[in-house]
């Protein structure tokens, strides 16, 4: 058990929706990391947060967006859903963000778009 | 932009028999590079990483990956494979390209298969 924890565990939803996956990150944690993994893909990173802002990003979509809250949890909105989404979607977290860290990995919500 | 490479899609190994996971990496600069395992219907467990020191960087779980500058490798091994170590596993780069930024570019996975 990495500490990380992730709700849901499974999704299901229809092309269109809008869904919000959540994320803690270990305890101590400052910097909290999204992925997503599919087939065809693989391990893509979406975005980073660290302390609340964000520090960076990568192949996200416009469609989806996340935050991080003053209690250092964070959400990752995913809206307007295509087939394509479907995928598992992880968080990680690691205590500083900086350039050494270990990132501790959720065990991921799986979003099935139908 | 910092990459790697697994070049091979399965590896099949019979237990008890020495198990190597193959990856090459591409960067500029200093590499910062990561194992990590990955078990059915879970997430990724951390298994080590090298920043910088000693080439033989030994890990969780038995496994332990070698450094090499030359050949730009970071093979992952283990001396005595055990069936339970059945799973995908991830070699991964630290992405830089601005401060503070810690992304992690992963290669495909390699799946690793123990055969009894």
């Known amino acids: 058990d990495s500490g990380v924890t992730q709700t849901p565990k499974h999704l299901i939803t229809a092309t269109g929706q809008r869904v919000t996956l959540r994320c803690s990150p270990r305890?101590?944690?400052?910097?909290v990391y999204w992925y997503q993994q599919s087939l065809d893909q693989g391990l893509q990173f979406l975005i980073q947060?660290?302390?609340?802002?964000?520090?960076a990003k990568g192949n996200i979509l416009e469609r989806f967006s996340a935050q991080q809250f003053p209690d250092l949890h964070s959400e990752l909105n995913l809206s307007s859903l295509e087939l394509g989404d479907s995928a598992l979607y992880f968080c990680a977290s690691s205590d500083t963000g900086g350039d050494t860290d270990t990132q501790y990995f959720g065990p991921g919500t799986r979003l099935t778009v139908l | 932009a910092q990459s790697v490479a697994q070049p091979e899609d399965q590896v099949n190994v019979a237990e008890g028999n020495p198990l190597t996971v193959k990856c090459t990496y591409s960067v500029s600069g200093n590499p910062y590079l990561f194992w990590y395992v990955q078990y059915p219907n879970r997430g990724l467990q951390f298994l080590l990483k090298?920043?910088?020191?000693?080439?033989l960087v030994k890990g969780s779980y038995g496994f332990e990956a070698e450094f090499n500058k030359s050949q730009t490798s970071f093979h992952l091994k283990k001396p005595s494979a055990l069936v339970s170590d059945s799973a995908l596993y991830f070699c991964a780069v630290r992405d830089i390209f601005s401060y503070g930024n810690n992304r992690l570019a992963f290669g495909k996975g390699n799946q690793v298969v123990v055969i009894p």
């Open positions: 305890s101590g944690d400052l910097s």
């Open positions: 090298y920043i910088t020191g000693d080439n």
């Open positions: 947060y660290y302390n609340g802002e964000e520090r």
